[in-house]
């Protein structure tokens, strides 16, 4: 099986990739949902690692992209396997001894994938990024990528990181041909942080998606003479995690924490101590209390009364207000005194030197278009394809969750997942015999 991820690619994109060659072919031949809600909030690391393992964020454990830190500027990534609760589709494949490639999938760092380049960021001042990577991934297989790193990459530009992704991809199926790869592609993601929903340059790269779907599959082929994996034993699945929403301007909660008192700052205004803190998931925006708050259900009870007083201030850029048990419904972080969604054109910062800012204006952080919001909203779906051995021809579902994928996933491949939120989509299968 090989999971391609088109990060923020969403149903709204079907119109264009159903024309092209080759994400046109598999449609024909396999099944598509294009309906599929993702997660709250609708990020990449939540969605991801819900998509591994049919669970929502408050059951996986990730239920944002970086950790609540409220004293560091720039906080750790969610990237290690040790966050996730639970199993995974790549942890039973690995105990049935099935060979894994993990290219850029988020949270794999540490995970003992076979083949495992992990998608790491280095924060702290010590880290290097190349090292830090070597470490959480798997060591020999990061080093023999060097030579197409060396030719393909300019950083994490864009479409120059999926130039090398696609290179590692294709050299791994002709090297190890590994029973299960896991594949993450930013551009599209990238390129509308950068640009907005629908730029050209939003079609450009999803033809460049649609070219390394055809690589992909070319070199498949190629593996057939002499393998026990055939073509008509082999699922390609595709399928988005999220879709991006247009911004003009942000939003600062900690600003009015910071004005009533309920944080405080240094000099360079990094939080000091706070009694409540707010943590960004750009669309969406977590509050915290503090732990020894939360201890008391009567300190608990009066702040919460308090910040919806506050947060009356941000009205204008706020559509609602979840309470932690609307949150935890939703799937988001239980943990949280209370969950704000943006509404459309804003998104939210962790900054608290202001309360509003047009996006023009931000020298960091600036997106013309961004994610995390509520994914039920109109136009916000992403979908799901698979094509290929267990894939129905002509399947269709007319709406599922992202955590219906995983198990769905697994039982193509003839695995079980515990204790997953979601349900096998029999809709779209065919897996008589």
Partial sequence: M????FDAVGAEDLSVLKKLP???WLCRQGALCENVESVYPSITYPAHTTIITGRKPCSHGIINNTCFQPERENPDWMSSRRWIRGTT???EALKRGDRVCSL?????GKSGITYNLPEIHAVRPWQNLIMKTIM????????????????ELKGVREPELDNFLEKAAVDTIMRYNPELMMIHFL???AHRHQLGTAHPEIRRALKRLDGRIGRMMEALAKT???SCHRMEDTTVVVLGDHYQ???HTVLYPNYLLKKHGLLHVDKKGRITDYQAAAKNCDGSCYVYLHPDIRKRSDMTEELTRKLTEIFQELSGGISRIFSAREAAEQGADDACVMLLEAKNGYYFLDDCRRLTCPVDQLERHRMKATHGYLPSLPKYQTFFLASGYGAKKGGACSAMKLWDEAPTLARIMGLTLPDTDGCVRTELLDLDG
């Fill in 89 to 91: 589709l790549y942890d």
């Fill in 2 to 5: 090989v999971v391609l991820s």
């Fill in 22 to 24: 080759n994400f046109g």
């Fill in 136 to 151: 959480d991934g798997s060591a020999g297989y990061v080093l023999s990528l060097l030579p197409h790193a060396l030719k």
């Fill in 187 to 189: 551009d599209v993601d």
């Fill in 104 to 108: 850029l999938w988020p949270v794999t």
């Fill in 245 to 247: 929403m247009d911004c």
């Fill in 224 to 226: 057939e003479a002499g």
